[in-house]
């Protein structure tokens, strides 16, 4: 089993991206991350990236027509990283089906909120306005259905009374930290794999909740 090779594509902070440079760099992830890219050029997280010894670069997705010209762009400066796995770590475009088929199996997303709940964008706001007892974040492999991918992770954030999106989201990202590490070190270890049918873990097959982290 040999170390795997990591692209981590962001958008902006990259405190998730962090989190996995801290578990690589201490050896309980068995991988290296061989690029980070951004389709920002101003993301911090690719200043995290340099701090760290790490390639960082970057793909202006307003400088392509299209999507589909810029995904494919994506798509060859990634391959050419040769990576074993893909994570997407707060990358904010939606990618084209043909991208998506590429990395079947071998690309991660975290997404803020319990899936399958609240698909998309502000998150917060909505399991709030929803009344939700709880909420959360989740990884995923990533098909071509928009946050629709089989899960890998959950974990549960209580809503407190006097909850606003912004205190909602700390607590949140607090377990993103948590649970996007857990994801890529079992990747790395070959315990986890996508099927036809959903995702094994261990030789065995996940709930479809994917494992959960209670609060
Ligand atoms: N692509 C596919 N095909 N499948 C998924 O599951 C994906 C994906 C691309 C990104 C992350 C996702 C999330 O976790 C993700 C999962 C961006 C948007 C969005 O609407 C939605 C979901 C996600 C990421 N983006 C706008 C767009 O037009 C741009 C918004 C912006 O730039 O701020 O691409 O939530
Ligand atoms: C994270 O909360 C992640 O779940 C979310 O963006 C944030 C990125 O934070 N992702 C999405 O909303 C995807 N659409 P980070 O840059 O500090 O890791």
Redesign the pocket.
Known sequence: MATKRIVVLI?GSGSNLQALIDATASGRIDGRIVSVIS?RPDAFGLERARRAGIKAESLDHKTFAS?ETFDAALQSLIDSHEPDLVV?AG???????E??SHYLGRMF????SLLPRY???Q?HQRALDAGDAEHGCTV?F????????PLIVQAVVPVQAGDDANSLQQRVHEREHEIYPLAVEWFCADRLRLLPQGVEFDGHPLPATGHRLDA
């Open positions: 958008s389709n999507r997407l990358f904010m475009r939606i990618l084209t089906p991208f998506v997303n975290i997404h803020p698909k998309g964008l998150t995923h990533v098909t071509p259905e928009l946050d629709g991918g």
